[in-house]
């Protein structure tokens, strides 16, 4: 005995068929790809963040040093031409695959905690500096922000160890061949041991 089949009972089976298909494909992980590249991409966002919030407050740690050292002109100019340059370099979530970016990015944010360093040290030679109330509150900001800095750089590169990893390795190799083919690795940070204190701060 044969069955026939209705029209709609054939478009019934076919959606019940792409349902259950869809479902065994994100059972076996065809959404890692993405979801881990927008993890990473967050990530990124919030290491951004942190390094404009330290940008921000330099104006006013350097004009309050100023009004206590201003022979120091050489290492203040130091600061602001750094600040400035790490301003600039901006890298798009969609070139963190770019290495060279990266790096250029770290390089110019290593080079404005070099500048930060070096003015947090000169302060030591100025007693009413290091008592006045505005340069205290902008040091701490400023120490709790390099904190802030050092989690997101380590979230960042958590988010993208994950991403990779999902990317070199079976099944994610496959999905992201076969389904993403744009996917490519994101550039982590390399910087090295001393950018990655935070500038020392001495009371």
Same mark, same amino acid.
Do not use: H
């Given at each position: 005995?044969?069955?026939?089949?209705?029209?709609?009972?054939?478009?019934?089976?076919?959606?019940?068929?792409?349902?259950?298909?869809?479902?065994?494909?994100?059972?076996?992980?065809? $959404?890692?790809?993405?979801?881990?590249?927008?993890? %990473?991409?967050? +990530?990124?966002? #919030?290491?951004?963040?942190?390094?404009? +919030?330290?940008? #921000?407050?330099?104006?006013?740690?350097?004009?309050?040093?100023?009004?206590?050292?201003?022979? &120091? &002109?050489?290492?203040?100019?130091?600061?602001?031409?750094? +600040?400035?340059?790490?301003?600039?370099?901006?890298?798009?979530?969609?070139?963190?695959? #770019?290495?060279? %970016?990266?790096?250029?990015?770290?390089?110019?944010?290593?080079? /404005?905690?070099?500048?930060?360093?070096?003015?947090?040290?000169?302060?030591? $030679?100025?007693?009413?500096?290091?008592?006045?109330?505005?340069?205290? =509150?902008?040091?701490?900001? /400023?120490?709790?922000?390099? $904190?802030?800095?050092?989690?997101?750089?380590?979230?960042?590169?958590?988010?993208?160890?994950?991403?990779?990893?999902?990317?070199?390795?079976?099944?994610?190799?496959?999905?992201?061949?076969?389904?993403?083919?744009?996917?490519?690795?994101? =550039?982590?940070? &390399?910087?090295?041991? &001393?950018?990655? =204190?935070?500038?020392?701060?001495?009371?």
């Amino acid at each position: 005995m044969r069955l026939s089949l209705t029209a709609p009972a054939i478009r019934m089976l076919a959606a019940l068929t792409l349902t259950g298909l869809a479902l065994s494909l994100a059972g076996c992980g065809v $959404n890692n790809v993405p979801t881990l590249e927008e993890q %990473a991409k967050a +990530r990124w966002s #919030d290491v951004q963040n942190q390094y404009q +919030r330290r940008a #921000d407050l330099i104006p006013n740690l350097v004009e309050t040093v100023k009004g206590f050292a201003r022979q &120091e &002109e050489k290492v203040l100019t130091e600061v602001v031409e750094a +600040r400035a340059k790490a301003t600039q370099v901006n890298i798009d979530a969609s070139k963190l695959s #770019d290495p060279e %970016a990266v790096k250029r990015f770290q390089e110019a944010q290593a080079q /404005l905690s070099g500048a930060l360093g070096r003015l947090l040290a000169v302060s030591e $030679n100025y007693p009413d500096l290091k008592s006045n109330q505005n340069f205290l =509150a902008l040091q701490s900001q /400023l120490e709790g922000t390099e $904190n802030r800095i050092a989690v997101a750089r380590r979230d960042y590169i958590q988010a993208v160890q994950a991403y990779n990893t999902e990317l070199r390795t079976i099944p994610g190799r496959w999905i992201a061949a076969w389904l993403y083919p744009e996917a490519k690795p994101m =550039a982590t940070f &390399e910087t090295a041991q &001393e950018n990655q =204190a935070a500038p020392k701060v001495t009371f």
